[in-house]
């Protein structure tokens, strides 16, 4: 996890997660350079702890479906009952039919599949962050 500046209220926040620190690195290069404020977590529990010490609001939860300790949906589902109006999106190397059917198409969530461009990975960050899109 990194440490984020003071919140800006002009920069929207942006919880990236991902148990690659790889692919959690891309994230949070790439999300900096286009001017959002992140907080990168390794994993779900890294996510919760950073979503508590958090000194403003998340904008959208940018995360894996599969990691070892917390899966993305149960992750979304925990953050989302502290805060209902968060945006989600789901990011995954994992293609299974049944796997995207049911967590992701089916609760009304979006999926970036891996690999993406990190232009790619900005159009549909904006498109989530879009008010005008309905939750995401």
Aim: charged share 20%.
């Amino acid at each position: 996890m990194t440490s984020a500046p003071p919140p800006d209220a002009s920069q929207p926040t942006i919880l990236a997660v991902d148990d690659d620190l790889g692919v959690l690195g891309l994230l949070e290069k790439t999300l900096s350079l286009a001017g959002y404020r992140v907080l990168a977590a390794n994993g779900g529990w890294s996510a919760i702890r950073a979503y508590e010490d958090s000194a403003g609001p998340i904008h959208l939860l940018l995360t894996d479906v599969i990691m070892p300790d917390l899966t993305g949906p149960v992750l979304a589902e925990r953050l989302r009952a502290r805060q209902p109006d968060l945006r989600v999106l789901f990011i995954s190397g994992f293609h299974d039919a049944d796997l995207v059917q049911h967590f992701v198409i089916r609760k009304g969530f979006t999926l970036l599949p891996k690999p993406f461009s990190p232009a790619g990975l900005l159009r549909v960050v904006g498109q989530s962050l879009n008010p005008s899109s309905g939750p995401s």
